[in-house]
C-alpha cells in the first residue's frame, strides 16, 4: 500500500506519516491503531509506542523523555494522563449521557474541525467511563465504539456494532431501518445481554 493510499484510509496527512515513517514524529498510540486496523498489524505497531506513563524505560531502569505534545493527533484513551484542561466539558458530556440514559436519544458532539472533539471523547470521556461515573452498575465493562463515518457513516456505524456486540449486521440494519434509531438500541441491548460475559 502506497503511503497516500494509507493516509486517505487512516485520516493523517502522507507528510505526518512520513515524518512518522523517518522517526521525526514519535508513533502515537492513535497512529499506531489506526494503521493497525488497516494493514491488520496484529498488535505489532502499538508494542512500538511509548509506555501509558509517557516513556519507555531504560536498560537502567530511568525514563526516556517523550513530549507529551501530540501535533494533530488526537489524544487516546492511552494519552489520557497527558490530557488535561477539559474537565468541564468531559463533566458536561458525562451528565449528558446520564440524561439520556433513559432512552430519550443520543448525544452529539459538533465543533469545528482541530477543535479537539475527538480528544475530548477518548482521553476525557473513555477513561472517565471505564472508572464507572454512569450511575448503572456493570457500565465500567460496557463496550466503547470509535470510528471515523467515511463515506459510509451508517455502514460503518452497523459494521463497529456487530463487531462489538457479536450481533448480526443485517438484523442490526434491519432494526434501524424498520423502527429508527430506538429500534436499533434495543437490538444492540439484546445483543449486549446475549453475549458470553
Known amino acids: ?115 479537539g472533539k475527538t480528544s475530548l471523547l477518548r482521553a476525557g470521556l473513555v477513561p472517565e467511563l471505564r472508572r464507572g461515573v454512569l450511575p448503572v452498575p456493570g457500565s465500567s465493562r460496557w463496550p466503547v465504539v470509535t470510528m471515523h463515518p467515511g463515506e459510509q457513516p451508517v455502514g460503518e456505524l452497523l459494521s463497529r456494532l456487530a463487531d462489538a456486540t457479536a450481533a448480526d449486521p443485517d438484523h442490526l440494519r434491519r432494526a434501524l431501518t424498520g423502527g429508527g434509531t430506538g429500534a436499533l438500541a434495543r437490538a444492540v441491548h439484546a445483543a449486549l445481554n446475549r453475549r458470553p460475559r
Not at 15 to 40: F, I, N, Q
Request: aromatic share 6%; glycine share 14%.
Open 1 to 115: 500500500m502506497s503511503l497516500a493510499g494509507l493516509s486517505r484510509l487512516v485520516h493523517y496527512t502522507k507528510g505526518y506519516l512520513s515524518r512518522v515513517e523517518t522517526g521525526e514524529k514519535p508513533m502515537t498510540p492513535e497512529v499506531a491503531r489506526r494503521c493497525e486496523e488497516v494493514l491488520g498489524a496484529g498488535g505489532v505497531l502499538t508494542r512500538l509506542v511509548p509506555e501509558p506513563d509517557g516513556g519507555r524505560r531504560t536498560a537502567r531502569g530511568g525514563l526516556l523523555e517523550v513530549c507529551p505534545y501530540r501535533g494533530l493527533a488526537a489524544f487516546d484513551a492511552a494519552d489520557a494522563g497527558w490530557f488535561f484542561g477539559r474537565d468541564r466539558a468531559t463533566a458536561a458530556l458525562v451528565r449528558q449521557l446520564t440524561e439520556r440514559l433513559d432512552g430519550s436519544g443520543p448525544t452529539a458532539v459538533v465543533a469545528a474541525s482541530g477543535t
